[in-house]
């Protein structure tokens, strides 16, 4: 499965973000789905994932209440809306999936990233 992030920007601190993965190749309702970010000098770290089916969902502490993850099967579609973003979010967001029930760190697939970076 190809995957591939996009809606990423600059956007000041407290303002939203809405990224989108595009999957190509495979249904990605055979996936658990998710988020992954690096920032600069840092690991990759988890992000927020979702079931197969769309009922369960997992953020990070980090972004919970702030992040909401979902998905669109029949669109082949994951999207990760961003609100009270803060600068420490800023980081290279990649979309993953994984035949696991869930995305970790290290997915099965993870796809080119897209840029978020907030300002102060």
């Known amino acids: 499965v190809q995957l591939q992030a996009s809606g990423g920007g600059l956007v000041q601190a407290g303002g939203s973000l809405r990224l989108s993965c595009a999957a190509s190749?495979?249904?990605?309702?055979?996936?658990?789905m998710g988020w992954l970010r690096q920032a600069p000098g840092k690991e990759r770290e988890f992000v927020a994932g979702?079931?197969?089916?769309?009922?369960?969902?997992f953020l990070s502490p980090s972004v919970k209440g702030r992040f909401t993850i979902s998905r669109d099967n029949a669109k082949n579609m994951v999207y990760l809306q961003m609100n009270g973003l803060k600068p420490e979010d800023t980081a290279v967001y990649y979309c993953a999936a994984d035949r696991g029930i869930i995305v970790t760190s290290a997915p099965d697939y993870w796809g080119q990233g897209t840029q978020v970076t907030v300002s102060s």
């Open positions: 190749g495979r249904s990605l309702s055979a996936f658990a």
């Open positions: 979702i079931s197969f089916s769309g009922n369960t969902t």
